[in-house]
């Protein structure tokens, strides 16, 4: 992990694209703006787990999915 200090106002660029500034800092709080193309999604790390969870679950397949399936593979075989 690269570790940066950075004071309010002042920039960090990543790959010619992506510029996180320090806005403001208040306490334990830092705001920080990013500008980044529209193409580039941008999550809080809690809000991006949630999201990953989510898709996981609805590939899963379901309890009910798999029965069914076993019904229709045994009604094919009969």
Same mark, same amino acid.
């Given at each position: 992990?690269?570790?940066?200090?950075?004071?309010?106002?002042?920039?960090?660029? =990543?790959?010619?694209? =992506?510029?996180?500034?320090?806005? *403001?800092?208040? &306490?334990?709080?830092?705001?920080?703006?990013?500008?980044? !193309?529209?193409?580039?999604?941008?999550? #809080?790390?809690?809000?991006?787990?949630?999201?990953?969870? *989510? +898709? #996981?679950?609805?590939?899963? !397949?379901? !309890?009910?999915?798999?029965?069914?399936? =076993?019904? #229709?593979? #045994? &009604? *094919? +075989?009969?």
């Amino acid at each position: 992990m690269l570790v940066l200090s950075r004071k309010k106002g002042e920039t960090i660029v =990543i790959q010619d694209q =992506i510029e996180l500034t320090i806005l *403001s800092v208040d &306490g334990d709080t830092v705001k920080v703006g990013i500008s980044a !193309p529209k193409h580039v999604d941008i999550f #809080r790390k809690e809000v991006y787990l949630s999201i990953q969870e *989510s +898709n #996981r679950e609805s590939v899963a !397949p379901q !309890p009910s999915d798999l029965s069914a399936l =076993i019904h #229709r593979l #045994r &009604g *094919s +075989n009969s």
